[in-house]
């Protein structure tokens, strides 16, 4: 009898059960306020007319889902959303691995150093990353046309105001990429390796064929994470260029941000935010799916 | 008798003393701060003020007073004034960055803890407008001291109106035009003696590298544009309220502009992204900016020497309008608040609003000041004779900037 008790109670105290239950419920009503009622909320306000300044809400059916659907300014954003995040996600799989791996080579001297220091971005506020990022793309007194000679008007020429977000967020954010990477290489089979070496496969070939194959499930993690991250950036956007040059750099969430706490339409922003919603949802049960597929392959 | 009447005239006489003694108790803090001051003012006509009526009874009552960032001086000295006169209110002045201000202020204004009365910006009218209380002043007697005041009419109610009108105009760093050469003589009055002053105003290396540019739009090409079309006498809405850009007037001003880039090189589209911040820097001789910017250039760049003057017109003749122009507003009054407060705010409004001399900080404060404009034709408010009669259709939205104004 004592042994069931034990199974079904294993706070053992009174006290100790009180306090699970407090926890517990002040999560779940932490979690209630904060994510599913505003989500509730959002949900129901995209069918109205919704200005809280003003004590707005008028119901207005499927205009605002309309509404976004017809805007061509949602369909651009969309698209400068979907290149930035590809391009960002991109780099910093590709670039985090490069200096993972360096950095796991044996003959590399003060790991620690360079971890941190391509680490530290990764952990400096955005706002003022991308406020250090606006002086660096002047083009007067901007360190990155001096180092390179050259003289673009990054953030206010259309061709290179995107390019220029994505730098930056590429600069920032490789660091997280490249921490994971590092980790999971040091926790890669070394008998697969010394298996390889014993064929004859050279560095290369045991990078592509062996290292690449093996980290897959993080690879596809940083993906998933950045691209559900990228799609929700607008910092850099609101920093360095407001959307502009015009809408050139409008991003999706940039859009929603303008809509909600600019003109503060929240009824549009809502329906707005709902499609992102769905957008990710849907991308990121199909990165799951292929990870599933290979997983069972 | 003689006796019993001596009596009634003692007890008479003391009943007299206490009574005057709390007639005077009460009124005893107006007393002490009424001798120094005008019995009414008669800076205003017919909207008076008499600071002898007692606010709230006498009864000490405390307000908050909210206002954006960059003009606390003058909140600070109105409040001074006001509470020098009435020593029962006590104004708590609560000051917000601008961006957030906006904000705040309706959701504020919603509750119960709002400011009772607050400074207002005519660009947030919707956002504002239901949480204000009208007026305890007719339009009408408003009008007879006020432009533009019709326009602000709401169903026989006013909630604000202007003190004060504001512009664009051409500021000019003084050092540099010196240094060019120039004198007050060589102002320009049209855009191709500007185009001229400009290119002497434009610095380049010995590789042709634009080191100062004479005249710089960078990053405020829309300000700058809209408004300079009724220079042309084109309206930027039709007369059915549709806006209307794709004109003649407007191509030529946007030709203009480029002109000055590229064929007098006076600047470039990559010299610079902000034309106001780059004429704090140095960067730029001249730029087209707001009124407002003279208040911030003195505080961002305090060593900057600058002065401004009218926008050049086409041609020598005084053109349908400079550019567009928008009132500075009255304080609003928050409906929500305690009927005693809004009570004390409506007559802190009319106190604002007849005292003039002390008032016409304000509008040189949010437009330009005086010191900064001695050229300029269109300059402070603002009697209704001076207008033109365009302002009685309304000052929402970018309308022209009459050309009739006249200094007081």
Redesign the interface.
């Known amino acids: 009898m004592a042994l069931i008790n034990r199974t079904r109670h294993p706070l053992r105290s009174r006290s100790e059960i009180i306090f699970r239950n407090i926890v517990i419920v002040l999560l779940i009503a932490f979690f209630v306020l904060f994510f599913v009622l505003p989500i509730i909320m959002a949900l129901i306000g995209s069918f109205y007319q919704w200005n809280p300044l003003r004590l707005q809400f008028n119901f207005l059916g499927l205009d605002n889902w309309k509404k976004v659907f017809t805007s061509k300014l949602f369909w651009s954003s969309m698209w400068h959303t979907v290149v930035f995040a590809l391009a960002a996600v991109a780099f910093r799989v590709v670039l985090g691995l490069a200096a993972a791996h360096a950095l796991y080579s044996r003959s590399i001297k003060h790991k620690s150093f360079y971890r941190t220091l391509y680490y530290l971005p990764t952990i400096t506020p955005m706002v003022a990353v991308a406020f250090v990022w606006k002086f660096i793309f002047d083009p007067q007194f901007g360190l990155l046309n001096h180092l390179l000679g050259i003289d673009i008007n990054w953030l206010f020429d259309g061709k290179y105001a995107l390019p220029a977000i994505i730098i930056l967020t590429i600069w920032k954010d490789f660091g997280f990429a490249m921490v994971i990477f590092l980790g999971s290489l040091y926790s890669l089979p070394k008998d697969c390796y010394e298996a390889a070496e014993i064929d004859g496969a050279g560095a290369w070939q045991r990078l592509v064929k062996l290292t690449i194959p093996l980290l897959r499930p993080t690879i596809l993690f940083i993906v998933i994470v950045s691209l559900i991250s990228y799609f929700q950036t607008y910092i850099p956007v609101m920093v360095l260029t407001q959307g502009g040059p015009g809408t050139q750099t409008y991003l999706v969430t940039y859009m929603i941000y303008e809509e909600a706490f600019v003109k503060y339409n929240f009824g549009y922003a809502s329906a707005l935010s709902f499609v992102v919603f769905l957008f990710i949802a849907v991308l990121t049960g199909f990165s799951f799916k292929i990870s599933g597929e290979r997983s069972l392959s | 008798m003689e006796k019993k009447l001596s009596i009634l005239f003692v007890f008479v006489l003391l009943l007299n003393l206490v009574a005057w003694n709390g007639v005077s108790g009460q009124e005893a803090p107006l007393e002490t701060t009424q001798s120094s001051t005008n019995p009414i003012s008669d800076l205003g006509n017919p909207v008076q003020y008499d600071p002898q009526k007692p606010v709230n009874d006498g009864n000490d009552i405390t307000l908050e007073f909210w206002y954006w960032t960059g003009a606390a001086n003058l909140f600070q000295s109105l409040a001074d004034q006001y509470t020098e006169i009435h020593p029962n209110v006590t104004i708590n002045l609560v000051e917000n960055p601008w961006n957030d201000y906006w904000?705040k202020l309706?959701?504020a204004l919603?509750g119960n803890d709002g400011p009772v009365i607050f400074n207002f910006h005519n660009n947030q009218h919707?956002?504002i407008i239901?949480y204000m209380a009208p007026y305890d002043i007719s339009p009408a007697d408003l009008e007879a001291d006020f432009v533009g005041v019709s326009g602000h009419v709401i169903e026989g109610n006013i909630y604000y109106t202007d003190y004060g009108l504001m512009t664009a105009t051409i500021y000019y760093n003084t050092d540099m035009w010196a240094a060019a050469g120039l004198t007050d003589a060589d102002i320009p009055t049209t855009w191709d003696e500007f185009r001229e002053v400009a290119k002497k105003l434009t610095i380049r290396d010995d590789k042709g590298k634009l080191v100062q540019a004479g005249f710089s739009f960078?990053?405020g090409i829309q300000g700058d544009v809209l408004g300079m079309n009724y220079q042309y006498g084109q309206n930027l809405f039709t007369s059915d309220n549709k806006i209307t850009l794709n004109n003649d007037a407007m191509k030529n001003v946007i030709q203009r502009l480029k002109d000055l880039y590229e064929v007098d090189g006076v600047g470039d589209?990559?010299?610079?992204?902000n034309s106001g911040d780059n004429f704090g820097q140095g960067?730029v001789a001249m730029y087209l900016g707001w009124g407002f910017m003279t208040n911030s250039l003195s505080q961002n760049f305090p060593d900057l020497q600058f002065n401004c003057f009218e926008i050049p017109a086409p041609t020598e003749a005084v053109p349908y309008a400079y550019h567009r122009y928008n009132g500075e507003s009255t304080f609003g009054i928050n409906k929500n608040a305690a009927i005693e407060q809004q009570n004390v705010a409506q007559d802190i409004v009319r106190f604002f609003l007849t005292n003039y001399k002390k008032s016409s900080a304000w509008p040189m404060q949010f437009s330009r000041q005086k010191r900064h404009c001695k050229l300029m034709r269109i300059s402070l408010p603002y009697r209704v004779s001076l207008f033109s009669p365009i302002i009685s259709t309304g000052i929402f939205g970018p309308v022209p900037c009459p050309v009739q104004l006249k200094p007081m």
């Open positions: 904000t309706p959701l919603q919707d956002n239901g960078n990053g589209y990559n010299f610079g992204n960067m």
